[in-house]
């Protein structure tokens, strides 16, 4: 079965330019979260859904950071104008009714210059 | 709020030795407690749960008792092997009165057996 698959893996960019991240989920689960993880401030949950709608955005850092989940396979992160400190791994997850078990992408890896 | 306390890293072992990896959490009620692991350039995936006080979580030979009492969540190991060198995050989710699967993370360990 195919897992959580995020793209892209890595993405460098120049600051002030916006970042598209994306993610689609596992097949059949219900709930959806992005994570940001850096060395300063460890992995930091930024927004999640439940049955595609956003249910605790309040983890997201500013009005330059929007995520969306227009159906049950697909969600976008996006930053606008991206920031030399929004350099971190972001991670997209999903859960079905199994409370707690998360299953992670491997990470897409954003470096803003 | 809730929150969870991992002993700072790196925790470095020799191949064979005993493995414990400490976490405290502070909670509300009666939260359900996890272990994730993270492997090089992977995503986080769960070792082991447990939903009340006094079950024992187990997997892969690692073990964590929740201890309601010392609000604690160890995890050990007998004899760890090179492989699993890794980051260890304590998680906590607590009860809340709406339905969620808000899972509170620790700041993670690093784990580094040598041969």
């Known amino acids: 079965d195919a897992g959580v698959i995020q793209s892209p893996r890595h993405e460098v960019t120049e600051m002030g330019q916006e970042v598209t991240l994306r993610c689609k989920p596992i097949?059949?689960?219900?709930?959806l979260f992005w994570y940001r993880q850096t060395m300063m401030r460890g992995l930091e949950l930024l927004i999640y859904f439940n049955n595609n709608v956003p249910i605790d955005d309040s983890g997201m850092p500013e009005d330059r950071f929007s995520a969306k989940m227009p159906n049950a396979s697909f969600s976008t992160l996006k930053i606008q104008p991206s920031e030399p400190r929004d350099s971190a791994v972001y991670f997209c997850?999903?859960?079905?009714?199994?409370?707690?078990?998360?299953?992670f992408g491997e990470g897409s890896r954003l470096t803003v210059l | 709020g809730d929150s969870v306390t991992q002993m700072e890293g790196p925790v470095t072992l020799s191949e064979e030795a005993f493995l414990t990896i400490n976490c405290t959490y502070t909670a509300t009620g009666y939260p359900s407690l996890f272990w994730y692991v993270q492997y090089p350039g992977e995503g986080l995936q769960l070792l082991l749960k447990?939903?009340?006080?006094?079950d024992k979580g187990s997997n892969k030979g690692f073990e964590a008792t929740y201890r309601k009492e010392t609000t604690s969540f160890h995890l050990e190991k007998g004899s760890v092997q090179v492989s699993d060198s890794a980051v260890y995050f304590c998680?906590?989710?607590?009860?809340?009165?709406?339905?969620?699967?808000?899972?509170?993370f620790g700041t993670g360990t690093l784990l580094a057996v040598q041969p």
């Open positions: 997850a999903s859960s079905s009714s199994s409370v707690g078990e998360l299953f």
């Open positions: 097949s059949g689960h219900n709930s």
């Open positions: 447990a939903t009340k006080a006094d």
């Open positions: 998680a906590l989710l607590g009860r809340y009165g709406g339905a969620t699967n808000k899972l509170i």
